[in-house]
T-cell receptor
Framework: KNEVEQSPQNLTAQEGEFITINCSYS?????LHWLQQHPGGGIVSLFM???GKKKHGRLIATINIQEKHSSLHITASHPRDSAVYIC??????????????FGKGTKLSVIP | DSGVTQTPKHLITATGQRVTLRCSPR?????VYWYQQSLDQGLQFLIQ???????AKGNILERFSAQQFPDLHSELNLSSLELGDSALYFC???????????FGDGTRLSIL
């Protein structure tokens, strides 16, 4: 069983729809990242959060530490949001060091 | 632009060969992380360096090694290459501690 589970694996939405991607994890973490990977392969860090909620433009990320669950929401989705969204959890791997464990990603396609 | 530079962007070589991937971190970042992204395994953490010293090891094969130089750039050396080593290799950097990671555009390695 993966330590980081994302759902859904694939998601197709109409432009303008509200989108939710979920991430559940089973290990103790110090923070959770949401990453975006475009078809060209480059990875962009969208959020790093350890509690509560963060918002950037049309993107909102929430985390519930007790339930070991995070969600990424996209409001008023647009075709340019089409990408793979990856959840990654950060955990300690030694004194002063951390490592990321990744989910398998959610492939989002937004249709005009 | 994340500020993290990886070279080369593409590398094609044959089984049994050795290659070196290079990463220049964002200005001021002391931590460098290496990740492998293959089709079947997704993103996996390989190794982390902080200010020239190895800090954490993930799923890195014995055929692979890395180092971080005094100018903070890092190199990932892959030897005795196998077909299964074909993947995207990402480098990320951070200021350490609680700072988020910033990813380079990756090096696509193809083994023929």
């Amino acid at each position: 069983k993966n330590e980081v589970e994302q759902s859904p694996q694939n998601l197709t939405a109409q432009e303008g729809e509200f989108i939710t991607i979920n991430c559940s994890y089973s290990v103790g973490i110090s923070a959770l990242h949401w990453l975006q990977q475009h078809p060209g392969g480059g990875i962009v860090s969208l959020f790093m959060l350890s509690s509560g909620k963060k918002k950037h433009g049309r993107l909102i990320a929430t985390i519930n530490i007790q339930e070991k669950h995070s969600s990424l929401h996209i409001t008023a989705s647009h075709p340019r949001d089409s990408a793979v969204y990856i959840c990654a959890v950060r955990s300690r791997s030694g004194a002063g060091s951390y490592q990321l464990t990744f989910g398998k990603g959610t492939k989002l396609s937004v249709i005009p | 632009d994340s500020g993290v530079t990886q070279t080369p962007k593409h590398l094609i070589t044959a089984t049994g060969q050795r290659v070196t991937l290079r990463c220049s971190p964002r200005s001021g970042d002391l931590s460098v992380y290496w990740y492998q992204q293959s089709l079947d395994q997704g993103l996996q953490f390989l190794i982390q360096y902080y200010n020239g010293e190895e800090r954490a090891k993930g799923n890195i094969l014995e055929r692979f090694s890395a180092q971080q130089f005094p100018d903070l750039h890092s190199e990932l050396n892959l030897s005795s290459l196998e077909l299964g080593d074909s993947a995207l290799y990402f480098c990320a950097s951070s200021g350490g501690g609680d700072q988020p990671q910033h990813f380079g555009d990756g090096t696509r390695l193809s083994i023929l």
